[in-house]
């Protein structure tokens, strides 16, 4: 717990105002911190003043924003993303202050992190009100309906009535699976239930400036129930309700002992003996004659639809991986490569950094020393554990392919921030595929030189990333790539070849 010399340094460092509300947007590194800021003050991405965002790491320190109606007495903080080279998890709480906020929105994007529960539960201690959100739902929900059967590339044989049943029941299904995620996995961290906000950065934005057109207020989820809830804490805050003054709670500082103890959590890998080898070779099925492939990362990164197109299948048909909004991947899976004349064995490995896999254990716990290969996959950052995993491999000698996935889905949000809008009708083909070859060109730039940094500052040597997108992967893999489709290829070819 910080001592009082610590809560005045943190309000000193955040700019702490009385009489005013402090409002910071929390969570892992590439959830949409930035962007949902931006919406809350009714700023674009790309509007003057906006928060930075991008592809790669942008927020590396604490960002102070006045709120956009200078009436209210907001100030917004957009504070660095957990679990990178640059911010580590465990420290995250303690080392942003995040004690003197008056409330903290816990932004999740694919999985619901131990990261996650750190901050509820340490908000707790501090009686700071914290508000669950599950941002990007318009992403999420198109990526379901592409799961569900829908193809963007044959929209014109698709009627309106057809497309708009598949996208309500894919709204449905996301709705109801991150609730359920998020309550299961308050009860397994011994949290209270508390209602999860699903919203969508695009229709935060037009409620915020009361610019909702018909088209876009049917998709509406918890954004109006998120900004009713956040003016009428501020409404609350400003009557003089709220929670005690940070220095009534305080205890003394850090115990040496237990700061050591958190530092134990960046554990150095236990080579296996003998007997391990054997005993995980035996728990994978490994066969000698065969190439043993794992898949691996933090969770939510698209693992188990990567393998599934590396395989040739669609998620959702008979004997692919299970895919899905949740952490669907609890235990190893192991899969054989759908042409039988190759001698593939793929594996589905669980994702780190939930409550069920955690991220420190996960090189030795999953047995990745005995794979003929790891593909480390990463979605929204580079990560500490993908760092872990690639020097890890290092020392058993274990070849690994860096790989960005969900191209697709990531070079439309660029389009998005270049100013592209899909419900708006004077975006004629041609303007499409030129925001779309901008949007491409910049996501794969910004994309390698991220991972070349990362890798820099890791001391690790330089290698190539490939990024991929799941539904080009599974045409080339069954040689049926489209010339419309043949046109968005990436790294898929290269994959391939290079494997």
């Not at 080279?85 to 994007?109: E, N, P, R, S, T």
């Not at 660029?414 to 910049?442: N, T």
């Amino acid at each position: 717990m910080p001592s009082t010399a610590d809560l005045e340094e943190a309000k000193r460092r955040v700019g702490y105002q009385e009489g005013k509300l402090h409002f910071a947007v929390t969570g892992i590194a590439g959830s949409g911190k930035s962007s949902l800021v931006n919406a809350l003050r009714g700023l674009r991405n790309r509007d003057a003043d906006a928060a930075a965002t991008g592809i790669a790491e942008t927020t590396l320190h604490l960002a102070r924003f006045p709120d956009a109606n200078p009436e209210n007495p907001v100030v917004w903080f957009d504070i660095p993303g957990a679990g990178t080279l640059q911010i580590k998890d465990w420290q995250y709480f303690h080392d942003q202050g995040l004690y003197v906020f008056d409330a903290l929105i816990v932004l999740v994007d694919n999985r619901f992190t131990a990261t996650d529960v750190a901050i509820l539960r340490n908000a707790r201690l501090f009686g700071i009100p914290c508000y669950i959100v599950r941002s990007k739902a318009d992403t999420h929900v198109r990526n379901v309906m592409k799961e569900m059967g829908y193809d963007s590339d044959d929209d014109e044989e698709q009627d309106a009535s057809s497309l708009e049943k598949l996208e309500r029941e894919a709204r449905e299904h996301f709705i109801a699976a991150t609730r359920h995620t998020v309550g299961e996995n308050l009860r397994r961290a011994d949290l209270p239930d508390q209602r999860v906000y699903i919203v969508s950065n695009s229709t935060i934005l037009g409620a915020v400036k009361g610019s909702i057109s018909a088209k876009a207020s049917k998709k509406m989820v918890d954004e109006k129930a998120l900004l009713d809830e956040l003016s009428g804490d501020a409404k609350r805050r400003r009557g003089g309700e709220g929670r005690l003054p940070a220095n009534e709670i305080c205890f003394p500082g850090i115990i040496p002992k237990a700061e050591r103890q958190l530092q134990e959590g960046i554990q150095p890998v236990i080579m296996p003996s003998t007997a391990d080898l054997e005993a995980a070779r035996r728990r994978v099925g490994y066969r000698e004659g065969y190439y043993h492939f794992a898949a691996t990362g933090i969770a939510g990164s698209g693992k188990s639809s990567l393998i599934n197109a590396f395989r040739g299948l669609r998620s959702g048909e008979a004997n692919a991986a299970a895919t899905g909004i949740t952490e669907t991947t609890l235990q190893m899976a192991r899969f054989p490569d759908a042409n039988p004349t190759n001698h593939i064995v793929w594996y589905d490995i669980p994702g780190a950094g939930t409550l069920q896999v955690h991220d420190w254990q996960y090189f030795n716990d999953q047995g990745l020393y005995i794979f003929d290969a790891l593909v480390v996959l990463f979605d929204n950052r580079f990560t500490v554990t993908d760092v872990a995993i690639l020097r890890n491999a290092r020392l058993f000698n274990i070849p690994c392919y860096i790989v960005r996935s969900k191209a697709d889905a990531h070079i439309r949000n660029v389009m998005i921030d270049l100013g592209y809008d899909s419900d708006d009708d004077e975006h004629d083909a041609r303007s499409r595929a030129k925001f779309e070859a901008e949007a491409r060109e910049r996501f794969v730039s910004e994309t390698k030189k991220t991972v070349r940094e990362n890798l820099r500052r890791a001391d690790l040597p330089d290698q190539r990333v490939y990024v991929l997108s799941n539904s080009t992967m599974l045409s080339t893999v069954k040689g049926s790539i489209s010339s419309k489709m043949s046109k968005r290829l990436l790294d898929e070819k290269e994959f391939l070849k290079d494997f």
